[in-house]
């Protein structure tokens, strides 16, 4: 090679090594988003006639890109009907607007790049199961969100376990005390009876019971102040790896931030079975009116290191949804 040469090729070859050194920021971390709704965050009539406007689609997409959401799975309400389990109404569309099945896989299916669709139908409903299993089929990635007034361990709920666990998906219920499933003191048992069924744990009973002295007063919802270790919920996760904690809403928020000593520890003791979700009906997805990206900055605040923080924010998340 001539000297020449062997200088023209070395500029050319310094070129393109700049020009990969200035290709742009890297990518952002990829974050997975295990609970949002279609339609959430307006109010409907007793004859269940929407009156206030809900998060539109087009906002619902934006709020999870100004999270820094890369992936998100929607959650249906199941069909409006007026029984016990849906308290004559009042819990139809989750106790919201949400809507259901057939909304959430159409927008999944129109943006399927970064959105997941979830299967859901109000429990006691006779076929509620075949309507489950026909959205399985079509592709959800787990059962959610179970919002009604059932026994935990009653026979139709039992049914959806074991869908659960025949189509390999996590099957999401949403703890309150009095409201919504109920029977979360004996949950074990179910836990137990149902080892191949991933379990996800959410809303206002499910984080109570982190603290031990909630088991004394089952009515607390959003306990402060510092957490006494060994409620239910710590106990559950400890002694059944099929048991699954959403970070999601308020109640997954505060039990976070309540005692930052306290949550160091949880997360660093329960690192393999906690995951990210938001549920909340902002149209921002940033600053302190977002409980989901503030829950975002709890988990990056609060975890022992950043491996645990990856797993919270996705590694979790993508194995036990199989994403």
Not at 63 to 84: E, K, Y
Not at 114 to 142: M, R, S, T, W
Not at 178 to 188: A, T, V
């Amino acid at each position: 090679m001539t000297r020449r040469k062997f200088l023209a090729t070395s500029a050319i070859a310094a070129a393109g090594a700049t020009v990969g050194c200035h290709a742009g920021p890297p990518a952002p971390e990829p974050i997975i988003d295990i609970h949002q709704h279609v339609n959430y965050g307006g109010k409907r009539d007793k004859e269940w006639h929407q009156i206030g406007p809900a998060r539109s689609d087009a906002q619902l997409l934006q709020h999870q890109h100004n999270m820094g959401v890369t992936r998100t799975i929607l959650l249906p309400a199941g069909r409006p009907c007026i029984r016990p389990s849906t308290h004559d109404g009042f819990s139809n569309g989750l106790e919201g607007t949400c809507t259901g099945n057939e909304a959430c896989a159409a927008l999944a299916a129109a943006h399927s790049s970064e959105l997941y669709f979830g299967a859901n139908e109000v429990p006691d409903l006779e076929n509620a199961p075949q309507v489950i299993e026909e959205y399985l089929k079509k592709g959800a990635v787990c059962i959610a969100e179970q919002k009604f007034g059932v026994e935990c361990d009653s026979p139709q709920m039992q049914d959806l376990y074991q869908l659960a666990a025949d189509y390999k998906v996590p099957i999401l219920m949403h703890w309150q005390y009095g409201m919504y499933n109920y029977g979360y003191d004996r949950f074990d048992k179910m836990l137990a009876k149902y080892p191949n069924t991933s379990f996800v744990g959410h809303a206002q009973t499910f984080w109570a019971h982190i603290d031990k002295n909630c088991r004394d007063d089952a009515k607390k919802l959003y306990p402060k102040g510092k957490v006494t270790p060994g409620g239910w919920t710590d106990v559950y996760l400890s002694e059944y790896p099929n048991f699954i904690g959403d970070l999601s809403a308020g109640s997954g928020n505060n039990a976070l931030t309540r005692d930052p000593d306290h949550a160091r520890a949880f997360i660093e003791r329960h690192q393999n079975q906690l995951v990210f979700g938001s549920d909340c009906v902002d149209r921002v997805g940033h600053g302190i009116i977002c409980t989901g990206w503030a829950t975002i900055q709890a988990v990056r605040q609060l975890s022992p290191s950043k491996a645990i923080e990856r797993k919270l924010l996705y590694e979790n998340a993508r194995r036990i949804y199989r994403l």
